[in-house]
């Protein structure tokens, strides 16, 4: 195979974000406020997914169903068709006014937990 097609201009970002007890609800508002726009208005970004992510009080992870009461962690997943759409991106109104209203709400328990990569296979089934 060519030394192109293992190389992707994709860029994926996963970004795990984690609510001070209490604030779940309003992070999960404050990110689905921005999938709204970025689903409107960034043709670039390809995949904007919330999931919320399964963590117990003590921190230790637990993948069955009601095992975190609150679901204080969430997993934002992202892809952009490449560089340029996620700089595009990191640089809107609507991202500095997510950062913004996640500071001034005091929403976060620690800060975001980001994974960068670029894809190598596999499949998205819809």
Known sequence: ???EH???KIVDLIAIITAKPGKAER???LLLD???IVHQDEPGT???RITRGSVLDDGSQDIRAGKDVEGR?????NRFKD???FDHHSKTEPFGNLLRSLKDDDVL???FELLFGNPVGGFVRT
Not at 73 to 77: G, H, P, Q, T
Request: charged share 25%; glycine share 0%; hydrophobic share 40%.
């Open 73 to 77: 962690r969430l997993i934002d997943e």
């Open 6 to 8: 293992h190389q992707s």
């Open 109 to 111: 328990a620690k800060p």
């Open 34 to 36: 921005l999938a709204k």
């Open 46 to 48: 390809l995949v904007y």
């Open 27 to 29: 992070l999960v508002e």
């Open 1 to 3: 195979m060519s030394q």
């Open 83 to 85: 560089q340029e759409a």
